[in-house]
């Protein structure tokens, strides 16, 4: 009995009577129309919740009025300290020394010489690792604190629940309207300089998120240092890695963007109306 021939598949062709299927190429980010931004008319001032707290830093114990900086990060308050007459002595003598001398009593008691306005960040539940990485990260970044990062006052507790103590570095959060307004290319030129800057001295965060940078008038400074890549890595590696981040969030700035104007949060300048999409 003759054998039934076999006929081998080919390369993937559909040459045998099929034809391919279409290559449908993917949809085109949706990106709002050109033109400099402003807020939209359904923009809303947060309301503001304040609560009074007490707390121990260091050899002061510290009374403020607190408020969380969004309704995201519950853990994260906004302070405004209530001076005592005990802080303002001390800080007119300081005045009055030289000022190197002034500079060591600032570093060595930074709890006498505080702002009004500071935020305080408690530690998440089961972030034990996540809150060392961030103290030491900001050790690292010594020489950015004020500059390209907040900083960094120390560490407290708070309801029995550690917790770091930062400046107020003011702006707006990029993921929230007021940080939306910029210019794609502006933005870009910013967020290239802060996130190579920190490459320089090894960190680079691991959770590229908006919520992680603020505009601050001329540039991008970056805060949460919870989760940064702590592996030694290669110039090649870093610089892979910046730009791997930059093209992530000018990417999220601009579906952002997209999602505040479509929402009516942002308007192109000139732009009376809502679009309904």
């Known amino acids: 009995m003759e054998k039934p021939s076999i006929i081998q598949p080919g390369p993937l062709s559909f040459s045998r009577g099929f034809s391919a299927p279409p290559r449908t190429p993917p949809p085109a980010p949706l990106r709002r129309p050109p033109g400099p931004l402003k807020l939209g008319p359904y923009f809303q001032e947060r309301p503001q919740f304040t609560e009074t707290i007490w707390f121990r830093f260091r050899t002061r114990t510290i009374q403020a009025t607190a408020s969380p900086v969004n309704g995201l990060n519950q853990n994260v308050l906004r302070l405004h300290i209530r001076p005592t007459i005990v802080q303002r002595i001390v800080q007119a003598l300081v005045r009055l020394l030289p000022s190197f001398v002034g500079a060591w009593l600032e570093s060595s008691f930074p709890e006498w010489n505080l702002p009004s306005q500071v935020i305080l960040k408690k530690q998440k539940e089961g972030w034990d690792e996540e809150f060392d990485m961030e103290k030491e990260t900001y050790a690292q970044l010594r020489p950015l604190q ?67 940078f603020h505009f ?32 992530t969030l000018v990417r999220r700035y601009e579906d952002n963007q997209y999602c505040l104007w479509h929402d009516g949060l942002l308007q192109i300048d000139g732009e009376e109306t809502k679009r309904d999409g």
Do not use: W, Y
């Open 146 to 212: 004020g500059i390209f990062v907040p900083k960094f006052f120390g560490e407290l507790r708070h309801d029995n629940i550690r917790a770091l103590l930062f400046s107020v570095i003011g702006g707006a959060c990029l993921a929230d309207p007021e940080g939306g307004l910029l210019e794609v290319a502006d933005f870009r030129r910013m967020l290239c300089e802060t996130v190579t800057t920190l490459s320089r001295f090894g960190i680079i965060q691991d959770d590229e998120k908006l919520d992680n």
């Open 216 to 247: 601050t008038g001329d540039k991008i400074m970056a805060v949460d240092f919870e989760r940064v890549n702590d592996h030694r890595l290669t110039d090649e590696q870093l610089e892979l890695n910046v730009k791997f981040a930059v093209d």
